[in-house]
């Protein structure tokens, strides 16, 4: 399905090894069309996901009331035109599982560590690129098989997406617990092989492969944010593998790792001596970091974008990077404050109250020092720098209420509460998915040749960012009420009675929301055909991706590939003729704006700016 | 206020917490919004103008990494301490808490207070039966006298430990109101313990509704009737406890007393209750059925 939109409509094939259809399109091994096909996967389950959401908010909105296109759509699950609770938790399940992993981990990272690490390290292509293709096609069997669930009987897993046994281990329990958890675990076992075998190829790419003069401290935030995003993919993603296996062996074969003293009715089960928590460690040593493996590609893109767009150096490059380094360390040991109320010993709840509260301080830095860059900038409200800003505001409404969460002691009021579905659906998911649409819009140049509608891309913008804080601020005051999520109705309980028009209110935005996609994925896929031609370098920027023709050739560059002289952020160097110098230009010709820090104790060099500057610009000796 | 009133003497330290917390928060979404807008505002894009180079400053990054870490530092050390006192609690043996037992399973509650003695029996999951819902073993002599319960009833002002414990899957025992929540874990018991403050009339008043009640609703998904698990909370004086104390029926029926092979008191004045209680099992769900309306 990714193949039909991809169509290079004015490729430049230099021929030198024959290409069909099937190798260029489907079974490609070329980082380029990897990430593109990752992209249009994305989108396809993002929609999917969007609509899942919208369905059970129709259900929140309205618990009274039929709506008969309901059933003909679903069938028995909305029997009478009223969903069952039984789908609704589905629905709930597979939304979370889709965005979480399909859309925010391998839509994002898969496409824009694919794309922009050859492309801004100058390399021809991946280090694997046969892994490549693989780790794709892995992905595209995992969503696959994810979606079939809901053709089966039972329906697909309904434990929620962090599948708790033993909810999700005795199928008696729920009936989404049957087929539609298996498919569920099989499903995750392929999509953790393909984001390893993707986080693999991106960790050995940018560790070996980065062209000539591009060390470490010379690379874009954004490869940096992959680099530290696979590797803590790498870290983490076995060991939800482990936790899967182990409970694919409690559903399976009668084992009894997570189970233990159960009796449904009067039938007593058999298992004993294992622990619902053990799966909730394993799961949460993966989830936890999930979440930054979620966001800092976000970031890493925003960054670059702001920079760009605000024709202005990143503000504290270094801290930026040591704040991401931070993160990634300090992410592996966080886990525990998803179970500060599970029952887990209260002293393990405290000591991780302080590592995750210790987590926000290189989030605080990374916030001032975007808003930093913005100071005294030169900004272009391209649609990519639009959705950047808003990807900061989602980050800073959510990440506040991190620290809220993040506090045992205010934890056990909140937890598993709306106020969390507000607090991780701003700040993983609005903020996530704004950085990948600013990423979109951004790179789209460079992965079509062409532009997108800019007045379609503000349409879209401002009804998504409204939208999306209508959607979610309104859900922290039922969370601080005491309005438990996943539940199914709120017509139960006298005292959230009192929800149901702001429940209204949330859903027609949403819905909304979801309208406005339309604008997007309509500029999106007319663009590719029909966009504007884009010029070599749109957004006037620095960095390697853009000296690589407009055409996309196999191997990214014609001749030779280029050699790095300085760091990605020269934007309105004070001096230069432009207000932007290339990473390719070499420092003997910008001689009028080059500063001693340049050249990073290098003496020779100095002795000659120090020269130049005597005969040019005497003042500039002085500092 | 945004939450409702805390009924609990740790809910009103969490409460404090919250409002710090809230106010450091808002203060910091207010002041970066502004700053985020004014900026995007200010310096937007005019060709005339060229942007100012200013890769770094140490000394402001410093601040700004050393600020929020210290903040950060008072509110971890409160929530540490507060934490420590909700979940440590240092046994007084003179002023020994009321013990209630919770049980969770798909989609109930069902309560046991201790008998005279004081302190709930033993159970056992493998002697669940139809009868034994609970599958309380009856051999343990503290079991005999626990009194089976349709709503949980607590004196005010007295400190109420309650032994949480799931039969099948997951629950979460959550009441908003004392800011309590704890998951049930089938296998694992788990503690929580709590002075509530307002009884439930002191509260319809503060509230000026009538109707209200306490609620205590499960927040961990645990299946179909999720949304829907709950039960009432009264919060009494000491005498009316006492009252309804002594109306609460044992959990040891005749049937039970055969099942465990316990002697069927023929003299014991108690009898009299026990044939009432054989059916009292059973109300329990139905009262539980009615309350959802």
């Not at chain 1, 990272?109 to 794709?136: C, E, H, K, W």
């Not at chain 2, 099942?259 to 059973?282: G, I, W, Y």
Request: aromatic letters at 14%.
């Amino acid at each position: 399905m990714s193949t039909i939109s991809t169509h290079d409509t004015h490729h430049d094939d230099h021929g030198h090894h024959h290409e069909t259809f099937l190798t260029k399109y489907v079974f490609s091994q070329d980082h380029k069309m990897i990430a593109k096909q990752f992209l249009i996967t994305g989108i396809i389950m993002a929609v999917i996901a969007m609509i899942l959401s919208i369905l059970f908010r129709i259900q929140l909105a309205w618990p009274d009331q039929n709506f008969p296109l309901l059933e003909q759509l679903l069938g028995k699950w909305a029997e009478g035109g009223r969903i069952k609770p039984d789908f609704y938790l589905a629905l709930v399940t597979i939304h979370g599982t889709i965005m979480v992993f399909f859309v925010l981990t391998a839509g994002l990272s898969g496409t824009f560590s694919n794309l922009l690490i050859p492309l801004q390290v100058g390399a021809r292509d991946m280090a694997s690129p046969f892994l490549n293709m693989l780790s794709y096609w892995f992905f595209f069997a995992a969503c696959v098989i994810m979606m079939s669930s809901f053709f089966i009987q039972t329906g697909p897993a309904s434990a929620g997406w962090t599948v708790y046994p033993p909810l999700s281990a005795v199928p008696k329990a729920i009936p989404g617990s049957g087929l539609g958890m298996t498919l569920w675990l099989i499903s995750m076992i392929l999509f953790v092989a393909s984001s390893l075998m993707g986080g693999i190829n991106y960790v050995s790419t940018i560790l070996n492969m980065r062209t000539k003069g591009m060390d470490f401290w010379k690379m874009p935030l954004t490869i940096w944010a992959f680099f530290l995003t696979a590797v803590l993919g790498i870290l983490s993603f076995p060991v939800l593998v482990a936790g899967v296996v182990l409970l694919i062996f409690d559903r399976s074969v009668g084992t009894s790792f997570y189970l233990s003293d159960m009796v449904f009715g009067t039938q007593i089960m058999p298992n004993e001596g294992g622990s619902p928590i053990l799966w909730q460690h394993l799961f949460w040593f993966l989830g936890h970091p999930e979440v930054y493996i979620v966001i800092m590609p976000a970031m890493g893109l925003s960054s670059e974008i702001i920079a760009v767009n605000s024709r202005k150096p990143i503000f504290g490059y270094h801290a930026m990077v040591y704040s991401l380094i931070g993160i990634t360390v300090l992410s592996l040991i966080v886990w525990g404050h998803h179970m500060f109320v599970t029952g887990m010993n209260p002293f393990l709840g405290g000591v991780f109250m302080i590592t995750t509260l210790i987590i926000a301080v290189p989030s605080a830095v990374k916030t001032f020092n975007w808003l930093a860059t913005l100071w005294k900038g030169n900004i272009r409200f391209t649609p990519g720098m639009l959705f950047a800003i808003g990807m900061v505001s989602f980050f800073i409404s959510g990440g506040l209420t991190g620290i809220w969460l993040g506090n045992a002691t205010l934890d056990i009021n909140l937890h598993d509460t709306y106020f969390v579905v507000a607090h991780f659906h701003l700040v993983m998911g609005s903020a996530a998915i704004f950085g990948m649409l600013a990423g979109v819009y951004h790179w789209f140049p460079k992965m079509f040749g062409r532009l997108m509608d800019s007045k379609l891309a503000y349409l879209h913008f401002w009804v998504t960012f409204v939208c999306t804080y209508l959607v979610f601020f309104p859900l922290h005051f039922l969370g601080l009420d005491g309005v438990p999520r996943r539940y199914y109705a709120f017509t139960e309980f006298e005292f959230m009675h009192k929800w149901m028009t702001v429940n209204k209110l949330v859903t027609w935005s949403a819905i909304v929301a979801g309208l406005a996609q339309v604008a997007f994925l309509f500029n999106f896929f007319y663009s590719i055909f029909r966009g504007k031609r884009a010029p070599q370098n749109p957004w006037e920027s620095n960095t390697l991706e853009w000296t690589t023709p407009v055409e996309r050739i196999h191997g990214n560059w014609p001749g030779e590939i280029p050699t790095v002289h300085r760091w990605p952020y020269d934007y309105s160097k004070p001096g230069a003729e432009s207000d932007f110098i290339p990473q390719t230009v070499p420092f003997s010709e910008t001689m009028s704006s080059n500063l001693f820090h340049d050249f990073e104790g290098n003496a020779e060099a100095e002795q000659i700016q120090r020269e130049w500057n005597a005969k040019n610009d005497p003042s500039k000796n002085n500092e | 206020m945004i939450l409702p009133e805390a009924a609990s003497e740790h809910g009103k330290k969490i409460d404090q917490m919250f409002e710090i917390t809230l106010i450091l928060t808002s203060i910091v979404f207010i002041a970066t919004h502004i700053v985020l807008f004014i900026f995007t505002y200010i310096y937007r894009y005019n060709k005339a103008r060229k942007a100012y180079y200013y890769p770094h400053n140490n000394m402001i990054e410093r601040i700004w990494t050393i600020v929020p870490a210290l903040v950060l530092t008072v509110l971890v050390l409160m929530g540490f301490l507060t934490w420590r006192s909700i979940f440590h609690k240092v046994e007084d043996p003179n002023n020994k808490p009321l013990s209630v037992e919770v049980t969770s399973s798909q989609f109930q509650w069902d309560i046991r207070y201790p008998g005279k003695d004081g302190i709930v029996g033993k159970k056992n999951y493998k002697l669940v039966t139809s009868t034994n819902n609970l599958g309380i073993d009856f051999s343990d002599r503290n079991s005999q006298d626990d009194l089976v319960a349709d709503e949980i009833v607590l004196p005010v002002n007295k400190a109420v430990r309650f032994t949480l414990g799931s039969k099948d899957v997951i629950h979460s025992f959550y009441m908003p109101h004392f800011r309590i929540q704890l998951n049930t874990v089938p296998g694992m018991p788990t503690y929580f313990e709590f002075t509530p403050t307002i009884t439930t009339d002191e509260m319809k008043a503060k509230t000026g509704d009538p109707n209200f009640h306490y609620v205590l609703l499960c927040s961990k998904i645990c299946g179909t009737n999720h949304f829907n698990m709950q039960k009432v909370v009264r919060i009494v004086s000491e005498k009316e406890y006492e009252e309804w104390l002594t109306n609460q029926k044992p959990y040891l029926t005749d049937d039970l007393r055969k099942a465990f092979n316990l002697p069927v008191p023929v003299t014991e004045p108690a009898k009299a209750a026990d044939t009432t209680a054989t059916a009292s099992v059973k109300p329990s769900i139905e009262n539980q059925l009615a309350l959802k309306k």
